[in-house]
Nanobody, 118 residues
């Protein structure tokens, strides 16, 4: 069973920074795509950033240039460094890991609140 420990959320002023961390256990990191997604009130969940086990990253347009995703295979963590935060970044952020080769799998963390407000 895949388990997640998400940390680092909270309240920050516009222009500030936060670092989200997700520790994953119960599955191997090989051949996986790990990522952070977010869901704001009244909106659908959307991808923020992903990183493959090989290190290839992908960012939503809204995150490009402000957020940095990184994975540490040894520590089994996936971090999201968020800089220049805006009020529209306010959402619940979810950690995800999925494997697209057999045996396929996908699992979600419980979510962590990020609020950007003055």
């Amino acid at each position: 069973q895949v388990q997640f420990v998400e940390s680092g959320g909270g309240l920050v002023q516009p222009g500030g920074s936060l670092r989200l961390s997700c520790a994953i256990s119960g599955t191997a990191f090989s051949a996986t795509i790990m990522g952070w997604y977010r869901q704001a009130p009244g909106k659908q969940r959307e991808m923020v950033a992903t990183v493959t086990s090989g290190g290839t990253t992908n960012y939503a347009n809204s995150a490009q240039g402000r957020f940095t995703i990184s994975a540490n295979n040894a520590k089994r963590t996936v971090d999201l460094q968020m800089d220049s935060l805006k009020p529209e970044d306010t959402a619940i952020y979810y950690c995800n890991i999925r494997r697209v080769v057999t045996p396929t799998m996908s699992a979600w963390g419980q979510g962590i609140q990020v609020t950007v407000s003055s």
